[in-house]
């Protein structure tokens, strides 16, 4: 049999990659720079409101500790929930679990939104307001992450 017909995993997998990554640079397409902005600047106007709306709020500092925790949890699991998905349609192996508890993290990053807010003694306008700028900062993030991967993908196909 001939010798050139066994692979590695090593081997196999770096095959893979070039034939995917060759195929999705073919398919990827360099965001405009209107969307890049549009996608910066909604992550920023949702993020400065829900920081100023805490700092105005008449809540305790543990209450505006949680609903930041919450923020900061929630951007570092949508971010990573992109990042997993585009890998996995890449060919770039990604565990389940970690697939897994990016996607957890990412609801329940919402979800103990939800609770707080359900349980908080706000108006409905201000339980409103946090509950849009945070969604508005989640899906931005999400923006930014792909279109940060996509330049850097396009800059790459350029060398």
């Known amino acids: 049999m001939d010798q050139s017909t066994f692979t590695t995993p090593t081997e196999e ?6 034939k995917n990554s060759k195929r999705n640079k073919e398919n990827t397409s360099k965001p405009s720079n209107a969307f890049v902005a549009v996608s910066w600047c909604t992550l920023i106007v949702g993020m400065t409101a829900y920081f100023i709306g805490l700092y105005n709020a008449e809540m305790l500092l ?17 971010v990573s929930v992109q990042k997993s998905v585009r890998d996995r349609l890449e060919g770039i192996p990604v565990t389940d679990i970690y697939y897994g508890i990016s996607w957890f ?14 349980n908080a ?16 900062s989640m899906f931005s993030a999400i923006a930014v992450q792909k279109n940060t991967r996509d330049l850097q993908a396009h800059t790459n196909s350029d060398n």
């Open 121 to 136: 003694e706000l108006t409905l306008s201000e339980k409103g307001f946090y509950a849009m700028s945070f969604l508005l």
């Open 13 to 18: 997998y770096s095959s893979n990659t070039k």
């Open 105 to 118: 993290s990412a609801l329940l990053a919402v979800t103990l939104l939800v609770v707080g807010l359900w």
């Open 62 to 78: 543990n209450e505006k500790g949680y609903y930041f925790s919450i923020i900061m949890f929630g951007l570092f699991s949508v």
